[in-house]
């Protein structure tokens, strides 16, 4: 062992000798880099870019950079002068962009030094940005909806959303939550799920500029619970259940919440089935194919009566439902429908069923089934806006 602790600073030394003459330069010099990038959707056309002002001793100017993925070249957008004191300000920056269409980049800033003779420029370490932002309505409220093994969807719904949270930001998706505790206070009510403050949340999407609501939940399965054409429903049906808002619907099978739709089922699919829990999404799982959940668009299935809920069929494969009330253009879930009306696509998620044991236990057991849910949705999300996505599924 002494040999080895002896042996590496001479090799270090030897070593240093051939790269001296580049490095020297930079002996002894701090380092100054910009580590972090915020940002916050403006409007569709502007991405205001923030960062802190902590380095300023050492920093002379501020360069805000663009990537452009096609060029495969940063641009400096911004040089922002310091003003030699930290603590005092935080620097901004509004990116305007040329259309109002969903947009990704990759921002950083990087630094010009106050003084050379002391400090060395790293690169800033970079971050996505969009103009799009999400509004995540975690479902219900906190002890709301039991499952077994103490599970509660109001309590599952703000796990899920919070990691989604975390997840959205990295792929640079701004985010607007329902509620970030297990309370909810909309509509001048606190904890009340009734259609007032329901419509409440679906308020805030628009009020928030938010391009889509998502509104999170898992499903209740109780024999007849879904009328007529669920009577034989069995208490073990497991099945992710995406229904999408007319204002989604009306936008096409090609538009971005409908595409995160359909992508988010085939996903919590393949998850649910990775992480044991028992699913009967369709029959594609049991011939082995892939776990795709849907082959067809939100357009397939409209219902115009509002007592059945085909999806819960236990031989029907997986899709995405528009579900209407009387009228076609309106909704049969108030959350979405005032979505609608708000002029916000939207989905609900029923990731999967509180009545299903197996599923209470998992998600009680372990903290993936909240993760990899959230990273189902947070990558479909990102897929429908044509974004690059980091996450991955397991
Ligand atoms: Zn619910």
Known sequence: MLKKFIALPLAAL????????????????????????????????KIKLKWSDGKDPMVKTYLLQRYNASSKKWTTIAKINSDGKKGNNTYSYTDVLSSSAPQQYKYRVNVKVSNSDMYKAVNGVSA???????????????????????????DATLKIALEMRDLLKKEGIGTYLTRTDGNITVGGQTNVDDGNQLGARAKTAKANKCDMFLSVHTNANNANANGRDTVNQPNNLNKTVIFVNYAAYSRGANSPVVIAANKAGGYLTSVNKQLGIPTNAWQGLKSGKPYTYCTTVANETVETDAFIAYNDKVKQKGRVIFRSLNTRSSDYYAVLRTATVEGVPGMLIEHSYHTVPAFCKKFMSTKYVAK??????????????GFKTLSKLP
Do not use: M, W
């Open 14 to 45: 030897l070593l240093a000798g051939s790269v001296i003459s580049a490095s020297a330069d930079n002996i002894g010099k701090t380092s100054v880099q910009i580590k972090t990038v915020n940002f916050t959707k403006v409007s569709s056309k």
């Open 128 to 154: 996505y940005a969009s103009n799009i932002k999400v509004c995540i309505d975690p479902g219900h409220f906190a002890g709301k909806n039991g499952g077994t093994y103490g599970y509660f969807e109001g």
């Open 372 to 385: 990899y849910y959230a990273l189902a949705d947070a990558k479909a999300i990102g897929q429908g806006y």
